[in-house]
């Protein structure tokens, strides 16, 4: 049964099934609830020093070359790949 669905011994619709007051859930409520971040996306890197921000590019220019090289690799493969399976099928024949 979900807490939606419960009642209280009156038959009413309990709104609070962990018996908590008003004061509580405010307070429970207030710490739940976060305000909008306001800072920016360049605002997240405002304590990386020089160090941080090298290896950071360093890094982006290497997911970079990786993500091209991947589509290369079925060609490298299938290069590279056939022979193996003409001479496996050729020993088989």
Known sequence: MALDDEKDAGGKQNSNPLGLDEAEIKLLDSQVETPPSKAGYIAIYRYANRLDL????????????????????????????????????????
């Open 54 to 93: 090298f290896v950071m590019a360093i890094c982006a220019l290497l997911a970079s070359v990786a993500g091209a090289a991947m589509p290369l690799m079925t060609v490298y493969t299938a290069h590279h790949g056939s022979p193996v399976v003409t001479l496996r099928w050729a020993n088989v024949v």
